[in-house]
């Protein structure tokens, strides 16, 4: 079965540099999560999308935006990293039901190091 | 203090032993109650799903939750090796976000 897609699965940055995260959500997905897990925590919600617009905002930095495209897709952008920035980013996908709870089903993750 | 708070462990079990899991909350607006298997340098994967009190059974797995003592555990019986993972509390009420708790890891050995 399709999964979600994460690309890259491997990226090291500078500080002050900028970086983009892209997610390619399940098929007939429409909703697409953004995740940040550092070492040895918990994954901190960043920010949802669905049907191309934010439904809800968690811990995201400033520096940070994102976006989701007419094909579902989403990207993260992410501007002036930060040491602190080096994690794990999970992006999540489900398909949006109304009646009942929406089953996220998450990517490999991207694994982002900033020297 | 977390939102949820779950034991890191790590918890060092037999092969064939039954395993417990716990997590504890504090928000009662949480309905929705998750649990998670993650492999080291994976994504999470949703093991069970259960809405509002109640048992939910899926083969060797069986999560529990108790609203009235915010209180949720997921039993894992006959263990295996391969159920060596972190395993993660998740909970949300009506919105998107999960909360998630730290994550406890489990060791099975052979």
Redesign the interface.
Same mark, same amino acid.
């Given at each position: 079965a399709a999964g979600?897609i994460q690309s890259p699965r491997h990226l090291i940055k500078e500080k002050r540099e900028t970086a983009t995260l892209k997610c390619y959500p399940i098929p007939r997905h429409d909703?697409v999560?953004w995740?940040q897990q550092g070492p040895g925590?918990?994954?901190?919600?960043l920010i949802?999308f669905?049907e191309k617009m934010q439904?809800?905002k968690?811990s995201i930095p400033d520096r940070f935006s994102a976006q989701q495209f007419s094909d579902y897709h989403s990207e993260l952008n992410m501007s002036s990293l930060e040491l602190g920035d080096s994690a794990?980013y999970?992006c999540a996908s489900s398909p949006r039901q109304e009646s009942?709870?929406?089953?996220?089903?998450?990517?490999?993750?991207t694994?982002l190091t900033v020297l | 203090q977390k939102e949820v708070e779950q034991d890191p462990g790590p918890l060092s079990v037999p092969e064939g032993a039954i395993v417990s899991l716990n997590c504890t909350y504090s928000n009662s607006a949480f309905?929705?109650f998750m649990w998670?298997r993650q492999y080291s340098?994976?994504?999470?994967? #949703?093991l069970m799903?259960t809405?509002s009190s109640g048992n939910k059974e899926d083969g060797r797995f069986t999560a529990q939750v108790d609203k009235s003592s915010k209180y949720i555990s997921l039993f894992i019986r006959d263990s295996q090796p391969s159920d060596s993972a972190t395993y993660?509390c998740a909970m949300?009420d009506r919105?998107?976000? #999960?909360?998630?708790?730290?994550?406890t890891r489990l060791q099975v050995f052979p």
């Open positions: 979600v909703t999560y995740y925590q918990d994954p901190q919600f949802s669905y439904s809800d968690g794990l999970f009942s709870y929406n089953e996220q089903f998450f990517g490999p993750g694994r | 309905q929705y998670y340098r994976k994504g999470p994967e #949703l799903y809405y993660l949300s919105t998107d976000k #999960l909360i998630f708790g730290t994550g």
